[in-house]
């Protein structure tokens, strides 16, 4: 083991060091044997003191002081920051799931989702029949604009699984609602014209249900279950990535004419269409009008909104990204108000200034998206655990979870950015208490650090007192640059 160290050593000191750890360790086992102390706890003690021997020929070859400040250094860098930063993400993203939800967001099974629009009806506690809806989508058949048209609703149902009843959504469409859209099922089939005579008690589940529930049982097609306490047989499982209305609908149903009234609320009522080539939102939402109040039915403008598929999945996801815009935009409100006016006092350059505001920026970017992904996993997690199935409300609370949990990591980012070198961004160290609370009035107290680089030196105050006990940064010129000169 020693003659294998005394090869790290330099070739120069190599053979002088072998021999000096050779003479210490036959010195050593020579004592031991002749002592008769040569017991198992001393053999354990002379292993040990041959591994040292790597250590040692480690600092040999590298200086133990100089490697130490270089690695110091390194840690205070902010490229380290980032990049520890980047790794927890990459963490969160791998055991979280991401990936695969990721993937199913990014692709569509729908065959041109270009053509597809979604008829939104809005308006808070508006009650309609299903004969009503069903009626309104045969008046919009009408329209010289839409090649076809199918109705839709959904709403909070129950589901009986394999071990307990869970809380989903559940939409009630027409039989031609996925021939509208072209979709085809990844197990099964979906609902065909023709289905509300001959099938009227059919279900087709979410890929994720049959997951969660069903374990990914094959078998489970033709086989009958229970929702909202009424038997259902299952005929097909839906693709994945199908994601349309709601990402959390687990069950489509028959639209009955036959049913008792029942409620909705905003979105949750309408019906998809396919368009025709050249066919806007605009001109479609102005056609529909004509053609409701043809029919007998009178909406104001507003409540009938016409947006594409893709347009949907955007404003879907868009709705979640504001949240983290606001959050980065209230973290740079915070830092500006708590260093602002030590830095606008720095003799800063407009380069050193944009260098420190970006890389606070892509911090604090990282330490939202990190901490947004995590709320989401965690929330999803909880839900499956506890009631088995994704909770409807599961990405609701994972945004409330996200703006509590985010307090954390930009209170750490604002902390880390407050004390670090204004010119070269890394860490500052060697901190200093100078002065005494007890005389703020009359001088300062507070903490001192310098940068190792020798660029400035910041002040940061025990206590606000007045209104000039603010954190202060002071450049250093070049005739403090011998303090600082590595040896």
């Not at 508006?126 to 604009?145: I, P, V």
Request: proline letters at 5%; hydrophobic letters at 45%; charged letters at 20%.
């Amino acid at each position: 083991m020693v003659w294998l160290a005394s090869w790290i050593v330099p070739g120069e000191q190599r053979t002088e060091w072998r021999r000096s750890w050779t003479l210490q360790t036959w010195h050593w086992c020579n004592f031991l044997a002749e002592s008769g102390l040569l017991n198992r706890a001393q053999k354990l003690e002379l292993a040990r003191f041959c591994w040292s021997a790597f250590p040692a020929a480690f600092w040999r070859r590298c200086d133990r002081e100089t490697f130490l400040r270089r690695v110091d250094r390194l840690r205070r860098s902010p490229l380290i920051c980032l990049g520890a930063i980047a790794l927890a993400l990459i963490v969160v993203v791998l055991a979280g799931g991401i990936i695969p939800a990721a993937r199913s967001f990014a692709s569509s099974p729908i065959p041109r989702p270009d053509r597809i629009c979604v008829i939104s009806l809005n308006g808070k506690f508006r009650r309609l029949r299903s004969e009503t809806l069903l009626d309104l989508a045969s008046a919009w058949k009408g329209s010289k604009l839409l090649d076809a048209v199918a109705p839709y609703s959904w709403g909070p149902a129950s589901l009986a699984g394999l071990r307990r009843t869970v809380p989903i959504l559940s939409a009630r469409v027409a039989p031609t609602f996925f021939q509208v859209l072209g979709l085809k099922a990844a197990l099964g089939r979906t609902f065909h014209d023709g289905d509300a005579q001959s099938c009227g008690n059919c279900v087709v589940l979410s890929h994720e249900i049959w997951q969660l529930q069903f374990r990914r049982d094959p078998g489970l097609i033709g086989r009958h279950i229970l929702l909202d306490g009424s038997d259902r047989m299952v005929i097909g499982i839906l693709p994945r990535n199908f994601h349309l209305l709601s990402p959390e609908i687990a069950a489509w149903t028959l639209l009955d004419s036959a049913a008792p009234p029942f409620s909705n609320f905003v979105e949750r009522i309408g019906a998809v269409a396919r368009t025709k080539d050249g066919a806007s939102g605009q001109r479609i939402e102005s056609d529909l009008i004509d053609l409701s109040e043809n029919a007998g039915y009178v909406f104001p403008a507003s409540l009938l909104v016409v947006t594409s598929q893709p347009a949907q999945m955007r404003r879907y996801l868009g709705s979640y990204l504001l949240f983290v815009f606001l959050a980065v935009g209230s973290a740079v409100l915070i830092v500006y108000a708590r260093s602002g006016t030590g830095l606008g006092r720095a003799p800063l350059s407009l380069r050193d200034r944009s260098r420190w505001w970006s890389f606070f920026v892509a911090k604090s970017v990282l330490l939202l998206i990190g901490t947004g992904l995590l709320a989401w996993s965690t929330v999803r997690w909880l839900s499956v655990y506890l009631v088995g199935s994704v909770h409807p409300m599961a990405n609701g609370i994972a945004l409330w979870f996200f703006l509590i949990l985010s307090t954390g990591p930009l209170s750490w980012a604002i902390h880390d950015q407050q004390k670090r070198c204004r010119i070269c961004l890394r860490r500052l160290g060697t901190p200093i208490q100078i002065g005494a609370p007890g005389y703020v009035l009359l001088n300062w107290s507070g903490t001192e650090m310098v940068c190792s680089e020798g660029h400035g030196v910041l002040y940061l105050p025990d206590s606000q007192a007045n209104w000039l006990e603010r954190d202060r940064w002071d450049n250093l010129d070049d005739s403090w640059a011998g303090l600082f000169r590595e040896e």
